[in-house]
């Protein structure tokens, strides 16, 4: 039997330390905080941030009659990323209230020190103001919470309250709860809180329907009382957007223009030839205009610039000319008749 329930055990601590997928909730405590039912957490709503919740109740304590209604409601702001505020409005359901017969108002502000992260727990310092309109009852506590550990989610605080007529009494006050998280959207809520009024436990379990709206089903027992509390709760969430800054680009270089060749602008109806032809050479300091001149380097003078020198050949040379073009003549011409022989005779 005893090997069965360690089995048991062993299997249902490792089912809870297995990583789960978690989101955040949008459920604030019903005192005007960021946290799980009457215990905050070190995390805030953020600036431009935050968290509405409330209730539909059903009250029954020994001796009194059955109380019906729809508080306790919260509301918690961001006033920067790591200050919140909050205000809460209830009737009963905490130790040491009267029975309901007016409403309670409470005020809360909290300031985060340091943000979780993996097993570290992040603080934060709340100061809370319950009761102020029914002579107030003034509080301090250090707040500490994890991140999701596997499918466990832990919060503590631990301070003291001042409430009473004068002189001041001033008691410790002490809060854990612990969040376990089936899936994404579905978890299930257990706490328990001491004050000098009292101590109270209390549950609930939670379904978080989109990332900004949630329902929950919970139940308080005040031990002193002897009385319990049944409520339908809802949460809503308003998550700030976060504006991503653009990279800062270093200017870049202007790319020049290709340049676009331009040509002589004319203003006449028909075009015309337009191009003339003209030598470097001068003559006398001036240029020769050539109408048909050959092209020729500037440095250099044309050679059309000049007519060309016709010289004299010498007779001998011309006369064996002549007598070399008459001999090939007359070679050729026998050629020709032997040609004409040949096909004769075949």
Known sequence: ???RL????AAALAAALLPGMSRASPFPTRGGEVGLLDVPTAETAGTAGGLVGGELRLDRTPGRPTAFGPLPLSL???LSDR???GLAMREGGQPGDAPASAPVFSAATKLRLAQASGLWPGLAASVTLDSFNLGGVLGGRLVASTADIGRLRLAAYAGAEGHGPRPLAV??????????IHRSDLETVLEATTSPRGPLVGGAFRWSVTPKVGVSLGLSWLPNEGGFRVSLGFGLAAVPTRRVRPIARPPEAPVPAPAVPTGPTFLDDR?????????AATRGGEHRHLQHGPFSDAARPSPAARPARIERAD???RRAAELTLA???LDGRAKRLRSAESALAS
């Open 1 to 3: 039997m005893a090997g």
């Open 6 to 9: 360690a089995t048991g055990f």
């Open 76 to 78: 918690v702001f961001g």
């Open 83 to 85: 200050l919140d505020g």
């Open 171 to 180: 008691g410790p006050t002490a809060g854990l709860a612990v969040s376990v």
């Open 271 to 279: 075009p015309h030839f337009r191009l003339r032809v003209t030598s």
């Open 315 to 317: 007779p001998e040379t």
């Open 327 to 329: 001999a090939e003549t």
